[in-house]
């Protein structure tokens, strides 16, 4: 079974673009999660979908969206970049709606902001 | 504010020790906790858990001990092998059951 799996692995965007960050889950897993790795803060949690419908939201601004498609596939989206931006964007999967415990996090996106 | 603290950024551990990772969590209405190991170029990599009505969890090499009236719980390795060398982060699930509230991660070095 295939893993989670994130495009693109590496990014490089200059402050004021927009960027987009896609997430294939597992096959059958129909919740995503998106989290923002950085060195100062750990990891954060940034929004949760399930069913093409957002469940939950992390403390981000709305410069951070997503979305997830029929076939489970999510995006994020930051506009506007700002040199904080630049982290590693997880990406897990969960295998069933309910309050299951454990995700599988895709590799990341490594997106750096000059 | 950190709901979930990992104080330690480091630990150095020889090989064949007993490497112990701390957590404290803030809220008390955490139920479920949650280890993860990350090695670099990798996304995090689920260990072990552990739910508030046991205080311990064991799985060969890995325990997880829950100190509920202290908001701490504890990652024991034993023995410590250069293999797990990564980094270790402690996670709560929130109340709803829908996100992982994470601590900020110890790196664990393990020579031989």
């Known amino acids: 079974k295939a893993g989670v799996t994130q495009t693109p692995r590496y990014l490089i965007k200059t402050r004021g673009q927009q960027v987009t960050l896609s997430c294939s889950p597992i096959?059958?897993?129909?919740?995503v999660s998106w989290y923002q790795q950085t060195p100062g803060q750990g990891l954060q949690f940034l929004f949760e979908y399930f069913s093409e419908t957002q469940r939950n939201k992390g403390n981000f601004p709305g410069r951070f969206s997503g979305r997830q498609f029929s076939n489970s596939r999510s995006e994020m989206n930051v506009s506007t970049l700002e040199l904080g931006d630049s982290a590693l964007y997880l990406c897990?999967?969960?295998?069933?709606?309910?309050?299951?415990?454990?995700?599988?996090f895709g590799p990341g996106t490594r997106l750096t902001v000059l | 504010d950190q709901q979930v603290k990992q104080n330690s950024p480091s630990l150095s551990v020889q090989e064949g020790r007993i490497s112990i990772l701390n957590c404290d969590y803030t809220?008390?209405?955490?139920?479920?906790f949650l280890w993860y190991k990350k090695y670099p170029a990798e996304g995090p990599t689920f260990l072990i858990s552990?739910?508030?009505?046991?205080d311990k969890n064991e799985d060969g090499r890995f325990t997880v001990f829950l100190n509920k009236s202290a908001k701490h719980l504890s990652l024991h390795i034993v023995p410590s092998q250069p293999g797990d060398s990564a980094v270790y982060f402690c996670a709560a699930l929130n109340q709803a059951g829908t996100a992982l509230i994470f601590g900020k991660g110890t790196t664990l070095s393990v020579s031989s």
């Open positions: 809220n008390s209405m955490f139920d479920y």
């Open positions: 552990i739910s508030s009505i046991k």
């Open positions: 096959s059958g897993h129909r919740s």
């Open positions: 897990a999967s969960n295998p069933v709606a309910a309050t299951s415990d454990t995700q599988y």
